[in-house]
């Protein structure tokens, strides 16, 4: 996508205190159907800490199962922000993933959705033509 290298995307918990911006367009969104994706309900767009996704804010973290990432949430109104990687890869930097949930509707709207079995079989289901607005009603 031509314009994904201009554009800018930015998020906020509810409350404001804690925000994030991903410096380009992801290319899809992912929603997962893991035990802790499906009740947060969130909608995944996947970066590297510190170069195109930026979190500000005093986040707290919950980390369960295999710890291999930190599910951040605002300790003031609850928002899951994101999740980071607890290991650092190659090079020393951290995978991220962003909420979409917490960015205005509009410029989210058209980003493909990747559908993702987190729940059985670890494994990408078949695209269905959804797109982030398909999930806000």
């Known amino acids: 996508r031509p314009d994904a290298e201009k554009a800018m995307l930015e998020g906020a918990c509810h409350c404001g205190a804690a925000t994030w911006r991903f410096d380009g367009l992801p290319e899809t969104a992912t929603v997962c159907s893991c035990t802790i994706c499906r009740r947060y309900g969130v909608i995944w767009a996947y970066g590297w800490d510190g170069s195109d996704v930026h979190v500000a804010g005093d986040l707290h973290d919950y980390v369960w199962g295999d710890r291999d990432i930190a599910f951040r949430f605002c300790p003031i ?11 650092p890869h190659e090079g020393g930097r951290h995978r991220i993933a962003v909420n979409l949930r917490l960015a205005e509707p ?19 289901r078949p695209p269905d033509g959804r797109r982030v607005a398909d999930f806000w009603a």
């Open 77 to 87: 109104c609850g928002c899951v922000v994101c999740w980071r990687g607890i290991e």
């Open 106 to 124: 509009g410029p989210v709207a058209a980003i493909p959705i990747r559908r993702f079995d987190g729940l059985d079989t670890w494994e990408d």
